[in-house]
């Protein structure tokens, strides 16, 4: 299912640090005030975001059929 979706470790881990990229963009703009969040605190959470999505996006694309 995974090697489907990605075709190799090189586009998984790609397609890991985009989404990683757009999460942490958001959370950076989103919670800039009033309260500030810490660079490391972001970092850890978006880049779990961005693993759940890695690892939720091709179940749903097997049981939903692309």
Do not use: C
Request: net charge positive; hydrophobic share 55%; proline share 3%.
């Amino acid at each position: 299912m995974y090697s489907e979706m990605y075709g190799s470790i090189g586009s998984a881990l790609l397609t890991l640090v985009i989404w990683w990229g757009v999460f942490f963009a958001f959370q950076r703009i989103v919670y800039w005030y009033p309260g500030k969040n810490s660079w490391k605190k972001d970092i850890i959470v978006t880049f779990f975001q961005s693993l759940v999505v890695l690892l939720v996006l091709p179940v749903l694309a097997h049981f939903f059929g692309r």
